[in-house]
């Protein structure tokens, strides 16, 4: 199972967008990647808990954490072999172990919690509060927005994670988010040489 939770080696710039449910994560992984001509890693959790909720009317409970990780995993792997010099991931295995706190009193799987911390990125987009809440089927804490920010911000802290703030609307998160990986791509050149 453990192989299952690591990242295959590369040196492909990787971005995670981080933070609460519904403040733009996807959007903005989309775009990004449309305007490098790269890959986005999907978050893996809304399709499997997606297709949970139509079969069973259920929502995540602890035993699908591990899939999830897992899923996410295979994705981030297999899209990274795809990129173009640089990955920006809906989601990582930290965002869901900051899920697994926060609903389950503060249990995280072990094996979960190691994954979260070893796997590395380059940078972490954590995306604040200030766009519209959207309800679905899965969003379920709109009246905990602040409190689940916090808890995503003092995660990257507690963690020594590289991030930056992204706030406002669309074009200035976007502006914002680009400055920032135009940073990274000239340090991993300066690095590794261009390709």
Request: proline letters at 4%.
């Amino acid at each position: 199972m453990e192989e299952k939770l690591k990242q295959e080696p590369s040196d492909i710039i990787k971005i995670v967008m981080f933070g609460p449910e519904s403040t733009g994560k996807t959007t903005l992984a989309q775009a990004l990647a449309a305007h490098y001509n790269t890959k986005w890693v999907p978050e893996y959790a809304r399709e499997y808990l997606q297709e949970k909720w139509n079969r069973e009317q259920k929502t995540c409970e602890p035993k699908d954490l591990i899939p999830i990780a897992e899923g996410q995993i295979f994705l981030e792997n297999k899209l990274t072999k795809q990129a173009n010099k640089i990955l920006f991931c809906d989601t990582d295995l930290l965002e869901t172990k900051v899920y697994s706190e926060a609903y389950y009193l503060g249990n995280c799987d072990p094996i979960l919690e190691k994954y979260a911390v070893e796997n590395t990125y380059n940078l972490y987009f954590l995306t604040y509060i200030d766009v519209p809440w959207e309800k679905d089927d899965l969003r379920d804490k709109p009246e905990e927005r602040e409190e689940m920010f916090d808890y995503f911000k003092n995660t990257l802290d507690t963690y020594n994670k590289n991030y930056v703030l992204l706030k406002g609307d669309f074009e200035n998160r976007m502006k914002t988010a680009i400055n920032h990986v135009e940073k990274l791509i000239q340090e991993n050149d300066n690095t590794y040489g261009n390709r």
